[in-house]
């Protein structure tokens, strides 16, 4: 059975950082681009970041672009989102999410797992 | 980047009703269109992609449809089970963009 947990979340200064991770386990992990996506509270969903199985190509949604990494360690069945430089909109619940293929080119959400709640206050 | 514009944003509906809900991408995708549905405090889950495969599992009350750039997604005879939120995403192009969501809800 897929599953997905993803942690790290938790309040933070304007200004500050975090750093989220998500195990996989279930599936062969370094087969499957993986994804992170974001709902503000009461809000629809937002595409963060992608990253296909190897980590050769990532992508960032406009509001995350330069202060958002994604990251990934196939050894140990993780995925990373470093978070810079917060915001009061960067506020959401995040979802750890897998593709159904390896590539940069995998964009379906074929998954999704838990969401971990950062919060952006002073 | 793609717009996926979705409606209604809010549908209310009976148990047994038949309800529709559109997509409509700002240019072409192609088939390249998932629905989800999310229910309160869960993570979405997958129920169509290429526009109209259903996922293993899903109901076949569910069904999605395409025609050019507009998207529908049609659940014949509505279950309890099926009160929630449904979200279009197009996965033709980066970024990955949703619809706004669709609020189904009861009468």
């Known amino acids: 059975e897929v599953q997905l947990v993803a942690s790290g979340g938790d309040l933070a200064q304007p200004g500050g950082s975090l750093r989220l991770s998500c195990a996989g386990s279930g599936f062969t992990f370094y087969n499957y681009a993986m994804m992170w996506v974001r709902q503000a509270p009461g809000k629809g969903l937002e595409w963060v970041s992608s990253?296909?199985?190897?980590?050769?190509?990532?992508f960032y949604g406009g509001s995350v672009k330069g202060r958002f990494t994604i990251s990934r360690d196939n050894s140990k069945n993780m995925l990373y989102l470093q978070m810079n430089s917060l915001r009061a909109e960067d506020t959401a619940i995040y979802y750890c999410?897998?593709?159904?293929?390896?590539?940069?080119?995998?964009?379906?959400?074929?998954?999704w797992g838990q969401g971990t709640l950062v919060t952006v206050s002073s | 980047d793609i717009q996926m514009t979705q409606s209604p944003s809010t549908l209310s509906a009976s148990v047994g009703d038949r309800v529709t809900i559109t997509c409509r991408a700002s240019q072409t995708i192609s088939y390249w269109l998932a629905w989800y549905q999310q229910k309160s405090g869960r993570a979405p889950k997958l129920l169509i992609q290429k526009a109209s495969s259903l996922e293993s599992g899903v109901p076949s009350r569910f069904s999605g449809s395409a025609s050019g750039t507009e998207f529908t997604l049609t659940i014949g005879g509505l279950q309890p089970d099926d009160f929630a939120t449904y979200y279009c995403q197009q996965y033709h192009d980066y970024p990955i963009t949703f619809g706004q969501g669709t609020r189904l809800e009861i009468k």
């Open positions: 990253i296909s199985g190897r980590s050769d190509s990532t």
């Open positions: 999410a897998m593709s159904d293929c390896d590539s940069f080119a995998c964009k379906l959400i074929a998954y």
